[in-house]
């Protein structure tokens, strides 16, 4: 089946870049998903990318997709404390509805 | 709209009690999810619906099992609480479509003990 896979755990100072990295396996991926997910909260989007795209910019944000190594980035720019969460990658290929998610990066931002 | 909501937020079961979690969307969304979140791991899918009347498993069904008579609600039962089924269950919607976000609910903590 579909996997994906991601670095458990990233810790930066306040102010530099976080780039957090994801693979997938299922070739037939259309869309790749950044979603958020809080303390004691559910996931909410950040942003996603069409495989069709190489980058994709938004504010703070840059995503990059290399499609021949089925590798997903995720750059956070001036990352600020707030920024501490834990970040899933996933994907939706073949099957429109469902969603593969990794098992989170848990960024961890310093003062 | 309020969105994906589900209850209860909290809640502490016997081994052997049965309960059933609820989840609903105003969202008109056909697709419906059930995830767990084990501590320090990602989403593992428990069962999924892409209709009213259509429920399919995910990779974690066993103990589980769903509903969906209306578009809204999607109801995850409990039958014979077992402590490997403590953790956060996330119920999520979306609606038809590859470029479409899911919006997920606040989660449930269950602590079986």
């Known amino acids: 089946g579909e996997d994906v896979e991601q670095s458990l755990f990233l810790s930066v100072r306040e102010g530099d870049s976080s780039v957090i990295n994801c693979t997938y396996t299922d070739s037939s991926s259309t869309y790749l998903y950044w979603y958020k997910q809080e303390p004691g909260a559910g996931l909410q989007l950040l942003t996603y990318i069409f495989s069709n795209m190489d980058m994709k910019q938004d504010q703070r944000l840059t995503v990059l997709l290399n499609k021949k190594d089925k590798h997903l980035s995720l750059r956070i720019a001036d990352t600020q404390t707030g920024d501490s969460a834990i970040y899933f990658c996933a994907e939706r290929g073949t099957n429109a509805g469902k969603s593969t998610f990794g098992d989170g990066t848990t960024l961890t931002v310093k003062p | 709209n309020a969105g994906v909501t589900q209850t209860p937020k909290f809640r502490i079961l016997k081994i052997g009690q049965s309960m059933t979690l609820q989840c609903t969307q105003d969202m008109n969304h056909n697709y419906m999810y059930w995830y767990r979140q084990d501590p320090g791991m990602g989403l593992k899918l428990i069962y999924y619906?892409?209709?009213?009347?259509?429920?399919d498993k995910g990779e974690v069904p066993n103990g589980y099992n769903v509903s969906r008579s209306t578009t809204e609600d999607f109801p995850l039962r409990l039958e014979l609480a077992a402590p490997s089924q403590t953790s956060v269950y996330f119920c999520a919607s979306n609606r038809q479509g590859r470029d479409t976000e899911a919006f997920f609910g606040q989660g449930t903590r269950l602590t079986v003990v």
């Open positions: 619906s892409v209709g009213a009347g259509i429920t």
